[in-house]
């Protein structure tokens, strides 16, 4: 096993930059998950761990050594993708085999890995079959077994769960999760999902156009997101982000259609200041006019059974803010048109419209 070590990497293709200035240490034993949009160079990043990627600028250390010009081989690592490709006419054995025969360990060796790491996946009863007659997710943890049987000091994954239906996915999720216990190999994960991304990390790295926007527990990001794109990217739906400002005596946000949301304490250090301020849908609660901080208009409800998303605009008509909360189905039934809402202090957060940063107030 092995520490894994970012030091400010950046990486161009000619000239267009795709990772600008990254740095993480990835302790011994860590499953940290790299999380972001599609595009925004979390594949780059994972093949320059890899090796299978030249670094542009910057340092990549694995156990310690730096690694940026030592080839994959040499690396200790070991990749499993999205198109975990195995090979049709060889045997679930000969698959998870292939790469010790070509690395020349005996037969009595691979013959131990091979049944260890199908034991672990529960593979054993499978080792006589071909693919074909496997089910996507037994192909996916057959590609994990040719991953673990090299036993190597760290796992790089570039979503391996992508291809599988949604249930296989979550059943997919608990067992990478119980693998990495028992084995407690340093493991780096990139996903596009952010629930995967939650359920997932020790650690995760929130990605945006090649740039770290946040570093954290999974709880932290959640509850203290460092950017609006973190607020935006990680819950679901998106939290909610009034544009405003902090007027009188720092107890009311006001928007541009003169709607007002009064605000759970007092924030006199940003009175008379541009904000945003983000609640998320599932910290409002229905309450009554009196103790009411914000009253959107409701125009849309899904249902979806325990709760309902009630969807709806701050300042009366369409040209508002736009607003989703999750509620109790029947608090989503009850109300029709104007809804009084509230939130605990503890859900109130605010950004810098400008740059995008959370402000600590
Ligand atoms: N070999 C390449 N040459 C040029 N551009 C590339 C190459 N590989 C990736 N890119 C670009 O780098 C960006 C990040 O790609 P990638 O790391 O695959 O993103 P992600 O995995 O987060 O979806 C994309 O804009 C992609 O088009
Ligand atoms: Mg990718």
Request: aromatic share 6%; with cysteine.
């Amino acid at each position: 096993m092995a520490a894994v070590s970012i030091r400010n990497v950046y990486k161009s293709f000619g000239p267009v930059k795709v990772i600008q200035g990254i740095s993480m240490e990835v302790a011994d034993g860590e499953f940290v998950v790299m999380v972001g949009p599609s595009g925004c160079g979390k594949s780059t990043l994972l093949r320059m761990i890899a090796g299978l990627e030249s670094i542009s600028s910057g340092d990549i250390a694995i156990g310690g050594r730096v690694v940026n010009r030592v080839e994959p081989k040499d690396r200790d690592i070991a990749m499993v993708f999205q198109n975990y490709a195995l090979y049709p006419h060889k045997s679930v054995y000969d698959n998870m085999a292939y790469g010790l025969k070509i690395r020349g360990l005996p037969k009595d060796k691979i013959e131990e890995l091979v049944q260890r790491a199908a034991a672990t996946l529960e593979l054993s009863a499978l080792l006589q079959r071909a693919p074909r007659e496997l089910s996507g997710g037994q192909r996916q943890r057959v590609a994990m077994g040719r991953a673990i049987v090299r036993q190597p000091a760290v796992f790089l994954f570039d979503e391996p769960l992508s291809n599988l239906d949604a249930k296989l996915r979550v059943q997919m999720r608990a067992e990478l999760q119980a693998l990495h216990r028992r084995l407690g190999t340093t493991t780096l994960y990139v996903t596009h999902d952010q629930v995967e991304a939650m359920t997932l990390a020790q650690r995760m790295l929130v990605m945006n156009q090649g740039r770290a926007e946040q570093i954290g527990a999974p709880l932290e990001v959640y509850t203290r997101p460092a950017t609006t794109f973190v607020a935006g990217f990680i819950g679901s739906p998106p939290m909610n982000l009034i544009p405003g400002r902090i007027e009188a005596d720092g107890t009311a946000l006001v928007t541009e259609e003169q709607a007002q949301v009064r605000l759970p304490r007092s924030i006199a250090s940003l009175v008379g200041r541009d904000v945003l301020l983000g609640v998320r849908p599932e910290h409002l609660e229905a309450c009554d006019e009196a103790s009411a901080l914000l009253t959107p208009m409701i125009n849309f409800v899904e249902l979806l059974g325990s709760d309902s998303l009630v969807y709806g605009y701050l300042g009366g008509d369409k040209r508002g803010v736009r607003l989703a909360a999750r509620l109790h189905a029947t608090s989503a039934q009850a109300h029709d048109g104007a809804l009084p809402l509230r939130f605990e202090e503890q859900h109130m957060h605010l950004f810098d419209p400008a740059s995008g940063l959370r402000l600590e107030a």
